[in-house]
């Protein structure tokens, strides 16, 4: 239904505004008085701009980086026709290029922070055959570079019907291909009515693009843009309209016409503000209601996320006392069920396992107060309560995406833990079905991407802080698990130690570097050492992992990664427990963040579930569904590589 609380961010795209420098699109973005921008990204791929200078420029003026454009090689709009056979990804004379421009556009918007990246994908056949067929297939070439990135992509419309676009997303079968939507375009192209189209792509769309446009009088040519406000778009009946659409997505004015672009952007801005405001003043007071009637009160929105729990196992507590923490942080939030089949930990009894020093001692904590949480042996009581709002599945691995299809099915926002599932066409049935709940968040606990030190990794290896990375080494071992060992024993439930152990820091390294060209792994099914070779042979990356034997094993983890200017390391238990080594052997200690991922990735999905109830769109999630597809095709590779001794190519 319609958000009477709708408030989309407004931005501009920077070729609209046609700039000379990065200093001068932060200018320009400035004088239109938006707060973000969509950025064509060719100025950076020809090397005419850096990053730095456009990240500081923006910074200083204020200005948000929301997402990026793509443009294809040698695409001549001079009339319909010339667009027609040069456009997008269809021309096979430019396609190898446009696949490689496509792979570094990926690597620039990871490094660049971006979700979204749109582009043209080119005329779409509007019958199914061969031309459809080898454009689905570049397409979904050109998505999983972005995928592989963590970058979701989005489709500009106009080009086609809204049908046929709808068609091929369902047939493209990528769940991270959306739909920015410009209105105009449907008019330009004269490719339909501008509302009857959104209606049809609403679940698909990711981002929209403000432009006004009048349709021609002679088929075959270009209708005519216009500013904002003075063509065909009916402003009001579109935001209406757009104010189902969830996540709330971001409005860029995009103005490709004119020599008073800085003028009409302003203009653009102002009328989009007005129709809002309209909008918001109807729905308070309410239609044919005199301008002095009483304003009706907005209902309620409850401060508090209402949580459930599945599974009280180990990682069940750890989301508990996480959530508390999240509290004490100011991310309101209340356990309100949980289910196990354990009659004691129903009863908030907790799990000695991980906390085998307070058993002993008689003071383990209970999990929670059982009079003020209710308790279930079936999970899908806890998934039937109107009370949960989000719900962590802590439970057996073959369980997770069962799990988590019927908590989307009931309207919950979902946090699964790790691994999703044992085989990536399981992880990819999920990733579908989040898809299909654009309005909900579905974020699996990958919890490395979140852990003090291990994120601040990341984050220097994006920036290229220190220079080229040249090694990574990660380590980890463990204990075998004392707890539920009929399951650990068993590979074909759990996954043995390499999914369920070895799968943080495979993760970790796939999301810092991107997946490996070719894995080569050595040992035996409780303790590996896995090399990932990568296009570039100057950087070497390591990883062991082991479940420990004995009753002295210790947990630890590890890492060293060493730069062109500098050694960064890593090592649980140490004093300071992340340092950096630069020349001369002057070693400089990092400080770190309180707490450990379990806490952040909570208060991370919890503050983007706040910004969702108050009609903003948050950030995107850190660790997202489909990105799992392609881990545990990594890890498949890795067991393949194990078993046959043998180095083996890893699947996208």
Known sequence: MPDAVFSPRLGVCSWSLQPRSEQDLARLARQTGVACVQLG?????????????????????????????????????????????????????????NRRTAAEAAVLARRLGLSLVSFHAG????????????????????ADLFAEQGVAVALETGQETAETLEQVLVALDRPHVGVNFDPANMLLYGMGEPLDALQRLLPSVRQVHIKDACRTSVPGTWGREVPVGSGEVDWRGFLELLSRCRPVPDLLIEREDGARRVADVTRAREHIEHCLAARRAATVVGPGA?????????????????????????????????????????????????SDADADRRRGARSAAGHEALAAAGSLPPLFDPREVVAHADPAAVLSDPAVELVSICTWT????????????????VLVEKPLALHAAEVARLAAEVQRHPDLLCMPAMCMRFWPGWSWLAEIIAEGRFGPLRTLELRRLAPAPNWSAGFYADEARSGGMLVDLHVHDADFIRWCLGPPVE???????GHVHVDYRYADPACEVRAEAAWLPGR??????????????????????????????????????????????????????????????????????????HEAVGLMRLLAAERESLLSGRPVAVAG
Request: charged share 20%; with cysteine.
């Open 552 to 625: 002295e094993a210790r947990f630890s983890m590890s890492f060293r990664a060493v730069f062109e200017g500098c050694i960064v390391d890593y090592a649980s238990g140490r004093d300071p427990l992340l340092r950096v080594e630069r020349r001369h052997a002057l070693v400089e200690p990092v400080a770190l963040e309180e707490h450990t991922g379990y806490e952040h990735e909570i208060q991370a999905l919890l503050a983007a579930i706040h910004a969702l109830r108050r009609g903003e769109r948050p950030p995107p999630l850190r660790a997202q569904v």
């Open 290 to 338: 005199p301008a002095d009637a009483p304003r009706a009160a907005r209902p309620p929105v409850a401060a508090s996320v209402g949580v459930g729990v599945l599974g009280l196992g180990f990682m069940g507590g750890r989301h508990i006392d996480a959530y508390r923490v999240a509290q004490a942080a100011g991310l309101a939030n209340h356990l309100v069920a949980v």
């Open 123 to 142: 005329f779409l056949p509007h019958e199914p055959g061969r031309e459809r067929d080898k454009l689905l297939e570049r397409l979904r070439q050109v």
């Open 41 to 97: 990204l060719k100025p950076l791929l020809a090397g005419q701009w850096s990053v730095p200078a456009l990240q500081q420029a923006l910074a200083d003026a204020g200005q948000a980086l929301v997402s990026g454009m793509l443009s294809m090689a040698r695409e001549d709009y001079s009339s319909l026709a010339s667009i027609a056979l040069t456009g997008g990804l269809r021309p096979d004379a430019t396609w190898k290029e």
């Open 519 to 525: 894995v080569s792994v050595t040992g035996h099914a």
């Open 398 to 413: 073959e369980s997770h995406v069962p799990l988590a299809l019927a908590a989307l099915a009931a309207g919950k926002h």
